[in-house]
């Protein structure tokens, strides 16, 4: 099944439907698709690792809180990024949301014209994020296709071994050693040595063969 395509848009977690309602205003004449949620819970209930855009999540609500939500996406690896809306003016709550990765603590009331700004900019940081998350799980895609032989090979070329040095270690001939560099090189989609460095992260993939 092809993976689901992803899409931007602005996500308003909050247990207040007022808000919510205020928020959809605020941000709809200008643009942005906006989608509502009373929980938190619904909300993860309802979104997919391939979803792209900005989460407005009050701080405050029953069950799980935004910090919470914001911790969630987190462990999921999600590209959305978070603002977290809050009424109140704390210090530890900010600190702890931006190590965590929030894009911005605003609180309540907020300025409507800083609210869009923010929310535009988390939405092109949230596909560039995407983008990253999609590079590599399409270069592990690449690599869980070598067979364990080729990864053997490949550990040795990225640290600096000849062919013959790796033929030497793996026991192979010189012209086995060349045929799986080829194999290698064709199911990476690359032409060269530095080209191979660059598409597995310049290290080995596992532990070398002294």
Do not use: W
């Not at 205003?25 to 942005?32: D, H, T």
């Not at 999540?57 to 809050?86: A, C, H, W």
């Not at 003016?89 to 600190?95: E, G, I, K, Q």
């Not at 869980?144 to 040795?156: G, M, P, Q």
């Amino acid at each position: 099944m092809a993976p689901e395509q992803p899409h931007d848009a602005v996500y308003i977690v909050d247990d207040d439907s007022l808000v919510r309602s205020a928020i959809e205003a605020a941000l709809a004449p200008a643009g942005f698709r906006v989608e509502k949620f009373a929980s938190a819970a619904h909300f993860l209930s309802c979104i997919t690792a391939f979803k792209v855009g900005c989460v407005l999540v009050d701080f405050r609500m029953p069950g799980i809180d935004g910090l919470e939500l914001q911790e969630e996406l987190k462990r999921r690896n999600s590209p959305l990024s978070v603002i977290i809306l809050t009424g109140y003016a704390d210090v530890p709550l900010a600190v702890r949301a931006i190590k965590n990765g929030a894009l911005d603590i605003l609180q309540k009331p907020f300025h409507l014209a800083e609210l869009r700004a923010q929310v535009a900019s988390g939405i092109a940081i949230s596909k560039e994020k995407f983008a990253q998350i999609q590079a590599i799980e399409e270069k592990q895609a690449k690599l869980n296709a070598l067979t364990d032989r080729e990864l053997e090979v490949v550990n040795l070329l990225v640290v600096g071994r000849t062919n013959k040095e790796i033929a030497e270690s793996l026991g192979l001939s010189s012209r086995t050693v060349e045929i799986h560099r080829a194999h290698v090189m064709e199911k990476l989609a690359v032409r060269n040595l530095p080209d191979l460095l660059r598409a597995t992260g310049r290290g080995a993939l596992r532990d070398v063969v002294p």
